[in-house]
């Protein structure tokens, strides 16, 4: 028999989650649909149990309160594995065997925004991240009325961070890090409790900024993509003579790097850097960065003996490929990177630390020496053009047809990437706001004037306006 039904807002069905503005377009009653009509896809799969876990933010606990009350009134076992980043959840569907798992975090946004990610464990649903049509189809079941199920579920709190942190630790596979340190930002983020039990295990020297978690986020935004994010831990890296600063996002999924000199290393340079030893081990192996990486990557992955691969942006796009593909590593400049070499094939940025940690202790160069020593090339940042969602696909759509048509040397595996002598640009519609975004990368900095200006030319003719970067 079918009960209630509930309409989302439908702005807060994204592609790669459920996300919006608390009390605006995000509501305890959607929390609570959402335990419903996703426990009913699990059901549906063959399972029963659910982990959830929730980032520290001051809505989280209601949230998270509703949601456990919507899974368990359609029957499941809900596992309640505490307050911690994102990673730790995708962790416990492995450690518990559980079916799937929701976490309540709004990620790297502000701290008025809330969330849901949703996935399914290795033994229900392929083990695989709920996204795109599936997140609409959860929007549609919802609407159509939500079955009453006789007997509820049940709740227990399960210890899980413990293990998990155990698991990062065997990572080092007892290298000693006594003549190292490094310095950590966890953002005020959902993975300071975790990180300071780590460190408190680790040898060497390490220094813990903003471990307290605090949903407001009063120390700096927790997103390390953005450069002025990153501004004190370069600081403290500084000031220490760290080997090395690492920062984490709001729940802990995306990494930031910085090398002993204070310099920022971008997620496609740290790619290399694990490319260059895990090559060693499979050589031929085949490696993912997104279409906004720098052609470097590609370069120096094939110059290693590797297969590079180019592929779409988005975390669960990137997470399926690589499965789909047997790759070892993938990333995206996003800063969520995954390995499914020694590890599960999810991004955890917890995980990507100690990985490095792993490679420096056994490296005898500084970072900033790896960094130098690769090849120089000039690039924008990412740069996004407000177009609305119903045009912005139309857009790159005629682009894509006009270079085409030109001859160009095109790769439209996610927009339109155009590669010259000396360079390259990007255009793609993005998949979680009502924007384009545009990348452009050059030998030098002239020529990547030239890009740019390209760039700027071809969207002019569809009415559009690049800005000034």
Same mark, same amino acid.
């Not at 149990?49 to 520290?56: K, P, S």
């Not at 310095?183 to 005020?188: E, H, P, T, Y």
């Given at each position: 028999?079918?009960?209630?039904?509930?309409?989302f807002?439908?702005?807060?069905?994204?592609?790669?989650?459920?996300?919006?503005?608390?009390?605006?377009?995000?509501?305890s009653a959607?929390a609570?649909?959402?335990?419903q009509?996703?426990?009913?896809?699990v059901?549906?799969?063959?399972?029963?149990?659910v982990?959830?876990?929730?980032?520290?933010?001051?809505?989280?606990?209601a949230?998270?309160?509703?949601?456990v009350?919507?899974?368990?009134?359609?029957?499941?076992?809900?596992?309640k594995i505490?307050?911690?980043?994102?990673?730790?959840?995708?962790f416990?569907l492995?450690?518990?065997?559980?079916?799937?798992?929701?976490?309540?975090?709004?990620?790297?946004?502000?701290g008025?925004?809330?969330?849901?990610?949703? @996935?399914?464990?290795?033994?229900?649903?392929?083990?695989?991240?709920?996204?795109?049509?599936e997140i609409?189809?959860?929007?549609?079941m /919802?609407a159509?009325?939500?079955?009453?199920?006789?007997?509820p579920?049940?709740?227990?709190?399960i210890?899980v961070?413990n293990?998990?942190i155990?698991r990062?630790?065997?990572?080092?596979?007892g290298?000693?890090?006594q003549?190292?340190?490094?310095?950590?930002d966890?953002?005020?983020?959902?993975?300071?409790?975790?990180?300071?039990?780590?460190v408190?295990?680790? @040898?060497?020297?390490?220094?813990v900024?903003?471990?307290e978690i605090?949903?407001?986020?009063?120390?700096?935004?927790?997103?390390p993509?953005?450069a002025?994010?990153? @501004?004190?831990?370069q600081?403290e890296?500084?000031?220490? @003579?760290?080997?090395?600063?690492?920062a984490?996002?709001?729940?802990?999924?995306?990494i930031?790097?910085?090398?002993?000199?204070?310099?920022i290393l971008w997620?496609?340079?740290l790619?290399?850097?694990?490319?260059?030893?895990?090559?060693?081990?499979?050589p031929?192996?085949?490696?993912?960065?997104?279409?906004?990486?720098s052609? *470097?990557f590609?370069?120096?992955?094939?110059?290693?003996?590797?297969?590079?691969?180019?592929?779409?942006?988005g975390?669960?796009l *990137?997470?399926?490929?690589?499965?789909?593909?047997g790759?070892?590593?993938?990333g995206?400049?996003?800063?969520?990177?995954?390995f499914?070499d020694?590890?599960?094939g999810?991004?955890d940025a917890?995980?990507a630390?100690?990985?490095?940690?792993?490679?420096?202790?056994?490296?005898p160069e500084?970072?900033? /020496?790896?960094?130098?020593g690769?090849?120089?090339?000039?690039?924008?940042?990412?740069?996004?053009?407000?177009?609305?969602?119903?045009?912005?696909?139309?857009?790159?759509?005629?682009?894509?047809?006009?270079?085409?048509?030109?001859g160009a040397?095109?790769n439209?595996?996610?927009?339109?990437?155009?590669r010259t002598d000396?360079?390259w640009w990007?255009?793609?519609?993005s998949?979680t706001?009502?924007?384009?975004?545009?990348?452009?990368e050059?030998?030098?900095?002239?020529?990547l004037?030239?890009?740019?200006?390209?760039?700027?030319?071809?969207?002019?003719?569809?009415?559009?306006a690049?800005?000034t970067?």
């Amino acid at each position: 028999m079918l009960g209630s039904s509930h309409q989302f807002q439908p702005s807060i069905l994204r592609e790669y989650d459920i996300r919006g503005i608390v009390g605006e377009t995000l509501f305890s009653a959607d929390a609570n649909a959402l335990g419903q009509t996703f426990g009913m896809r699990v059901l549906s799969e063959g399972g029963g149990t659910v982990c959830v876990g929730w980032d520290g933010r001051d809505s989280s606990p209601a949230l998270r309160d509703a949601l456990v009350a919507g899974l368990t009134n359609v029957g499941m076992t809900v596992r309640k594995i505490g307050l911690g980043p994102t990673p730790m959840l995708n962790f416990a569907l492995h450690h518990t065997k559980a079916d799937a798992g929701i976490m309540v975090t709004g990620s790297h946004n502000p701290g008025t925004h809330n969330g849901f990610k949703m @996935s399914f464990g290795p033994n229900c649903g392929g083990g695989r991240p709920v996204f795109g049509t599936e997140i609409q189809d959860i929007g549609r079941m /919802a609407a159509a009325g939500i079955p009453v199920m006789s007997t509820p579920g049940s709740v227990e709190d399960i210890e899980v961070a413990n293990a998990y942190i155990r698991r990062l630790i065997d990572e080092l596979d007892g290298i000693d890090l006594q003549n190292m340190t490094i310095v950590w930002d966890c953002g005020n983020g959902a993975s300071g409790d975790v990180v300071g039990q780590l460190v408190s295990r680790l @040898s060497g020297t390490q220094y813990v900024l903003f471990a307290e978690i605090d949903g407001r986020f009063p120390n700096h935004h927790p997103d390390p993509t953005v450069a002025t994010n990153l @501004s004190d831990l370069q600081a403290e890296v500084t000031a220490r @003579s760290a080997d090395l600063g690492i920062a984490f996002d709001g729940d802990g999924d995306r990494i930031g790097v910085v090398d002993d000199s204070g310099a920022i290393l971008w997620a496609d340079q740290l790619m290399i850097y694990y490319a260059r030893d895990l090559l060693t081990e499979q050589p031929e192996a085949p490696l993912i960065a997104d279409v906004k990486a720098s052609q *470097i990557f590609f370069e120096e992955v094939a110059r290693l003996g590797g297969v590079p691969e180019m592929y779409r942006t988005g975390h669960s796009l *990137i997470k399926n490929r690589m499965k789909e593909i047997g790759a070892p590593m993938a990333g995206e400049m996003s800063g969520h990177l995954f390995f499914n070499d020694r590890y599960y094939g999810f991004d955890d940025a917890l995980y990507a630390a100690m990985r490095l940690l792993r490679i420096k202790a056994a490296d005898p160069e500084p970072l900033s /020496a790896f960094r130098r020593g690769l090849p120089v090339v000039f690039n924008t940042p990412e740069m996004r053009i407000d177009v609305d969602d119903e045009r912005k696909f139309p857009v790159v759509d005629a682009i894509k047809a006009t270079v085409v048509r030109s001859g160009a040397d095109v790769n439209t595996i996610d927009g339109v990437r155009v590669r010259t002598d000396d360079g390259w640009w990007l255009l793609r519609a993005s998949n979680t706001q009502a924007a384009l975004v545009a990348r452009c990368e050059a030998l030098t900095e002239s020529a990547l004037a030239k890009q740019v200006e390209d760039l700027r030319a071809i969207l002019a003719n569809q009415g559009v306006a690049l800005p000034t970067v």
